[in-house]
């Protein structure tokens, strides 16, 4: 039996809604390539890519941050080292995504999906610059009506603020939509949300399995979700907490922050 047919029963969800870094793309690569040519520069030693695969999840700034204290714990990193760094990591990252690979069923499961109609969006809380050229790169673009990143809205994940904004545009309720990402972050976002979340195990976690943050669905390979694809050995939960009514968790956009996220939605990828 798939994913779906686990989790919503003789019936595809409405709407599903993707992490980018970790589920879709491997992305550390080109990602510790950046911060270590960042510490570099500031005359410090690299960190290497098992460092940065543990680090990743929180956005740019919180890498950063990480890679300047050489730990996950930053809380001793000052801003104004932070926004030094930060500076030279961005322009050291839009350089080349070239070492960036698309997971094996990813695209094979976003062709499936879009053939069937299921609505597609990508919540990501990597900066909205990267985005669009990433998934050009990565020949993904097309599949996605609407791409929220990192800087977007004022909040990222695990805040549930972009899923509730795409949930609205979508018109789909939390009965009807799924969250897939690999991280915590993912997990309580959608929790929050009262959207179930399938995770991949093969992301990025901050060193964790993925299944001790208990989502609806634990898989290896995103082609698991399609009927006739799920072996018996993938780990299910069912989460005891009610969903939240749709009603009562609309994210409540000002008119200047709407106006900001429609402009950035339509210049990274919106599709009629």
Same mark, same amino acid.
């Given at each position: 039996?798939?994913g779906f047919e ?13 992490d ?5 793309v491997?992305?550390v690569?080109?990602?510790?390539a950046?911060?270590?040519?960042t510490?570099?520069?500031l ?5 290497g890519?098992?460092?940065?695969r543990?680090?990743?999840? &929180?956005?740019?700034?919180v890498l950063?941050?990480? %890679?300047l %204290?050489n730990?996950i *714990?930053?809380?001793?990193? *000052?801003?104004? $080292?932070?926004?030094? !760094?930060?500076a030279?990591?961005?322009e050291?990252y839009?350089?080349?995504?070239g070492l960036?690979k698309?997971y094996?069923?990813?695209?094979e ?6 053939? &069937?109609?299921v609505?597609?969006?990508?919540i990501? &809380?990597k900066?909205e =610059?990267?985005?669009?050229p990433?998934?050009?790169?990565m ?13 977007t809205l004022?909040?990222q994940?695990? *805040? ?5 904004f795409?949930m609205?545009? !979508?018109?789909?309720?939390g $009965?009807q $939509?799924?969250f897939?990402g690999d991280s ?5 976002a !959608?929790? !929050?949300a009262?959207?179930a ?6 992301g990025?976690n ?7 943050e208990?989502p %609806?669905?634990v898989?290896?390979?995103? =082609?698991?979700?399609?009927?006739g694809?799920l ?5 299910i ?5 009610q ?12 008119r200047?922050?709407?106006?900001k996220v ?5 210049r990274?990828?919106?599709r009629?």
């Amino acid at each position: 039996m798939s994913g779906f047919e686990q989790l919503f029963p003789g019936r595809l969800p409405k709407l599903i809604m993707f992490d980018l870094d970790g589920t879709l793309v491997d992305s550390v690569p080109d990602l510790a390539a950046a911060v270590d040519k960042t510490l570099l520069e500031l005359g410090r030693p690299a960190v290497g890519i098992e460092s940065v695969r543990d680090w990743i999840g &929180n956005g740019v700034r919180v890498l950063v941050r990480r %890679a300047l %204290a050489n730990s996950i *714990d930053h809380s001793g990193v *000052d801003e104004a $080292s932070t926004d030094a !760094a930060l500076a030279i990591f961005m322009e050291a990252y839009s350089d080349s995504h070239g070492l960036t690979k698309v997971y094996p069923g990813v695209r094979e499961t976003l062709k499936w999906l879009q053939k &069937n109609g299921v609505q597609m969006a990508l919540i990501t &809380n990597k900066p909205e =610059r990267f985005v669009a050229p990433l998934l050009d790169e990565m020949k993904l673009g097309r599949f996605f009506r609407w791409i929220v990143g990192g800087d977007t809205l004022p909040q990222q994940k695990p *805040d549930p603020a972009a899923l509730f904004f795409v949930m609205k545009m !979508a018109n789909s309720p939390g $009965s009807q $939509s799924l969250f897939v990402g690999d991280s915590r972050n993912d997990v309580l976002a !959608a929790k !929050a949300a009262g959207v179930a979340c399938v995770a991949l195990s093969y992301g990025y976690n901050h060193g964790r399995p993925i299944a001790e943050e208990c989502p %609806a669905l634990v898989i290896d390979d995103l =082609r698991k979700l399609i009927p006739g694809c799920l072996d018996l050995g993938a780990e299910i939960t069912l989460p005891h907490a009610q969903p939240p009514s749709f009603r009562e968790s609309i994210v409540v956009v000002t008119r200047k922050l709407w106006m900001k996220v429609m402009k950035a939605l339509a210049r990274w990828r919106w599709r009629a």
